[in-house]
């Protein structure tokens, strides 16, 4: 009903900048808020950046002053622009949305992942 799709993630050395995308698509009748989250491996999956519909954004204390969230409403599609990347920032990034598909009914849906890998 609703999909997700993130691009733009890669390998990146210290220090660099990546910029990813997700865009949903499907029977979409407004999205509230759209979360990244990432994994790292053998770790939990966090919280990394937040934005609502109106544009009040959170970030994860480790990645405040670094990355920027932001959102395209038109084109149903969030960002994070990921600058000063830190081999710590390495990890599977997800994309979370709070999509309503009828004035009553949402659904919490989830992209497949995009790998970014900071590495010298």
């Known amino acids: 009903q609703v999909h997700l799709a993130e691009s733009g993630g890669g390998l990146v050395q210290p220090g660099g900048s990546l910029r990813l995308s997700c865009a949903a698509s499907?029977?979409?009748?407004?999205?509230?808020?759209m979360v990244w989250y990432r994994q790292a491996p053998g770790k939990q999956r966090e919280l990394v950046a937040g934005?609502?519909?109106?544009?009040?954004?959170e970030y994860a204390d480790s990645v405040k002053g670094r990355f920027t969230i932001s959102r395209d409403n038109a084109k149903n599609t969030v960002y994070l622009q990921m600058n000063s990347l830190k081999p710590e920032d390495t990890a599977v990034y997800y994309c979370?949305?709070?999509?309503?598909?009828?004035?009553?009914?949402?659904?919490?849906?989830w992209g497949q992942g995009t790998l970014v890998t900071v590495s010298s």
């Open positions: 934005i609502t519909s109106g544009g009040s954004t």
């Open positions: 499907g029977s979409i009748f407004r999205i509230n808020a």
């Open positions: 979370n949305a709070d999509a309503y598909i009828d004035p009553i009914r949402d659904l919490e849906v």
